[in-house]
């Protein structure tokens, strides 16, 4: 099978899996993980502060409330015991900055979750890269794939179906 060919059909099946991801999140209210994620990843940013969610890595959080900072009326709940008192008030307080400060909620969600999808889609390229060149030949030009183009295409595949990717790697989730 021809790159050209191979890389033809890997472009469609990661097309693919950003539609369907993308028109699958339609419609879809939070996941309880996304109400403290997102609140978190919002308040590292904006407020440098880093007490919500503190058990988890903050890079995904962060990229997904980088939309946030382009939506125009996000109101910061700074005021309720959840931000000043708790010490694991990430649950009280995700729901306060959702659903209770009058937040254009399905906005801030649909956004968040964007650059997810394009997470979803680099690790899916990456797969495919990896399986390229794991079954290609070795030490010859990229030009001679051959039984590399089979394996890529075939891991490819069986990422883009997979209801684990397609169901979670939409989500604000660590």
Known sequence: MSNRLTNFIAAGLLIFVFLVALFSMKDDSATMDEVAH???GYSYLTQKDMRLNPEHPPLIKDLSAIPLLFIKGI????????????????WEFGFNF????GNPVDKMIFWSRIPMILILILLGFYIFKWAR??????GKPSASYGAGNKAALLALFLFSFSPTFLAHGRLVTT
């Open 38 to 40: 997102l609140p978190a």
């Open 75 to 90: 109101n910061f709940p700074q005021d309720i015991k959840a931000w000043k008192e708790d010490i694991n008030g990430q």
């Open 98 to 101: 959702l659903y209770q400060m």
């Open 133 to 138: 060149e794991l079954f290609g030949p070795e």
